[in-house]
Structures are given as structure tokens and as C-alpha cells.
């Protein structure tokens, strides 16, 4: 149907009546439906079930169907990093690195330690006598011309707390990776997941320069399957790529990990949502300029850790008690290496 000058078809609004009718630059009528088009379906209790399972702006988008509801919307919610934040601490010790390409404690160090990789892991069974704990890290290199940062973030394995963190911005893409190669050995050889573009590549080169080898590997995903493919280091994206952000969003918002620094927490109030609900970052105006233009690499550093620690098992080197002579579990490994040596044998 066209018209040739405004009509009000219908009075009141799409939330009461469900209807809703407007004139288009073209003259032509949009009607949209809303819920109280089927008020037998939509009564007022499922409403308000579904708006508290859908809290915020999901709900408008989604029922209201008010398009860019989630434009400035923070993608971390407040308490979620309420949460995080509860849980910071100071470090154990600063580190640096030395001469040989080591760390050693330093007053004034740049890497922040929260973990001993010496210590027991917490809650070891009693029948351990010794376990290394495993560590996955997280990179991201910047230029080192005093603008964004060069960063490493990493957890432990088994319980996904903070275990280390590592800012400066004005360090090399080639010195970034020698540092991170030297927290790699410090925490019992962990996997770094690194970005693999732009300046991330030298700082991949400089790591393997340094022999250290445990660096993730971007993976091929197929039907039913996930394996490592020969490209190392993250490939895609960083705060626009949903395959980074949405598990660290879901680890956040459900509190899979445990964040120990305070400024890796005050980050994750930088992003936030534009109007085509794609994760930008703010520019704080309140900032000193210095601090502008800081793109809150922690957070993309602490996201790229997730894969590196999924990737690990939890624990290496276990040390178990060996069992009492006489005990019912001696005598049962006693019995099967009878078994085993009376199979026989073909060469």
C-alpha cells in the first residue's frame, strides 16, 4: 500500500497494541509485530522470566527489537570484574632478566610473579610425593616506540589463576621475545600463545633464536577433529575476532579464571560494544595522553593465554608413594608384572 501524505493507521504504541506502523522515505508503510500482537503467548509472566534470564541490552535487541541497544554497552560487566577484582593481590616478587637470559629478582623488575613454579600443586592427593605444575602464557607484541604495549599474561594450568604479568612499551618486538622465552623456562617451560603478524613475528624469530621451542600452534578444525597446523603463533584477530574473545568473555563473566592484577582488571573496562555489536576499544577523554594510547593489551594477552592453557595437561613429572609391601595395592602391581613378563614375546 502507498500514501501520499503521513496517516496514523494505528494509535498507540508497538508495546500495547503490537503493531506498529510508520511511513518510509519511499511512502510506503513498515509494519513491524511486537509482543502484544499475541498477548496469549506473551503474557506478562513469560515477559518477565525471559527479560531476567535476558537482562540488559540483549532483551531490548531481542524482544524489543531496538537494533543498536548494545551500542557503549561495556562487553565486561561490572560485576564480573567486581569479582576479579576482589581476588587482586600484590605479586610474590619482581623479576627481570639478566645477562644470560634468565630471570632474577629486581626491586624495580618489569615481570610480576603471583605463583612459585616450585611450589606443590594445592590439594595434591596425598599419594603424590611430587608434581610440576604447568603454566600457559599469553603475548602481544607492540611497536616499543612508547605507544601500545608489548604484554604477557599467564595462568596456571590447574586451578587458572594469575600467574605473571608483563608490560612496557617501549621494548623491541626481538627483546620481547628473548623475555618471553626467559618466563617461559622460569614457569616449568610453558606454552606461549603469540600473535603472528606484524611485529609478532620477530618476536617468534627471537624466541626460537633464544631455543626455546614451546610455542603454540595456530589449529585446523574439522568436522570431528582439532590438530595443530605448521603455522606457530595466533593468527586471526585480536578484539574483533569472536574465536579469541567469546571464550575469555564466557571465562570472565563465569568466573573460570582468577585475575591477580589490578590494572589487568582496569583494562577490561576499556572495550565495549559498538553499534553493530563488534567489540571496539574505549578511548578513555579523562586519560593523560600517555595513557590514551595504551590499547589495553593485557586483556589480549590474558584471552591468548586461554588457548595455551587448554592445550596443556595440568601437572607434569607426577611422583607417586610407593605402596607398603604387604598392601593390597603392592601385591596387585606385583601381580601384574607377572602377567606382563609371562606374555609372550615376538620380535
Request: aromatic share 8%; charged share 25%.
Amino acid at each position: 500500500m502507498k500514501i501520499t501524505r503521513p496517516t496514523v493507521l494505528i494509535p498507540g504504541n508497538e508495546i500495547d497494541v503490537g503493531l506498529h506502523a510508520r511511513l518510509n522515505s519511499n511512502g510506503f508503510v513498515a509494519v513491524t509485530l511486537g509482543m502484544g500482537a499475541d498477548p496469549e503467548t506473551f503474557t506478562p509472566e513469560l515477559v518477565a522470566a525471559e527479560q531476567a534470564g535476558m537482562p540488559g541490552w540483549r532483551f531490548q535487541r531481542e524482544y524489543k527489537r531496538v537494533w543498536d541497544a548494545q551500542r557503549g554497552v561495556p562487553v565486561f560487566e561490572e560485576p564480573w570484574l567486581a569479582h576479579q577484582e576482589a581476588g587482586c593481590r600484590d605479586p610474590l616478587w619482581r623479576m627481570d632478566i639478566n645477562a644470560d637470559g634468565k630471570l632474577e629478582k629486581s626491586r624495580n623488575g618489569r615481570v610480576f610473579i603471583w605463583i612459585d613454579p616450585a611450589e606443590p600443586p594445592p590439594g595434591m592427593p596425598d599419594e603424590w610425593t611430587q608434581a610440576t605444575r604447568l603454566f600457559g602464557l599469553g603475548a602481544d607484541v607492540g611497536k616499543g616506540v612508547a605507544e601500545s604495549d608489548s604484554t604477557c599474561v599467564g595462568f596456571a594450568v590447574d586451578t587458572m589463576e594469575q600467574a605473571v604479568e608483563f608490560r612496557d612499551n617501549t621494548i623491541s618486538a626481538s627483546d620481547h621475545g628473548r623475555m618471553l622465552a626467559a618466563i617461559g623456562r622460569y614457569l616449568n617451560d610453558a606454552l606461549i600463545c603469540c600473535v603472528n603478524k606484524m611485529h609478532g613475528i620477530e618476536a617468534i624469530r627471537s624466541m626460537i633464536a633464544a631455543g626455546y621451542a614451546r610455542i603454540w600452534r595456530t589449529k585446523v578444525q574439522g568436522h570431528l577433529t582439532e590438530y595443530n597446523a605448521k603455522t606457530i603463533g595466533w593468527m586471526r584477530g585480536e578484539a574483533s575476532d569472536d574465536v579469541l574473545f567469546d571464550p575469555w568473555i564466557d571465562a570472565v563473566q563465569y568466573a573460570k579464571i582468577q585475575l591477580r592484577s589490578v590494572t589487568c582488571v582496569l583494562q577490561h573496562r576499556h572495550y565495549i560494544y559498538d553499534q553493530y555489536g563488534r567489540i571496539v576499544h574505549q578511548r578513555l577523554a579523562d586519560e593523560a595522553i600517555e595513557l590514551r594510547k595504551r590499547h589495553s593489551d593485557l586483556v589480549i594477552a590474558a584471552a591468548l593465554a586461554l588457548p595455551a592453557c587448554r592445550d596443556m595437561p595440568k601437572y607434569r613429572a607426577i611422583e607417586r608413594r610407593k605402596p607398603h609391601p604387604r598392601s593390597y595395592v603392592a601385591r596387585r602391581r606385583r601381580w601384574e608384572q607377572q602377567q606382563d613378563l609371562a606374555k609372550p614375546r615376538t620380535w
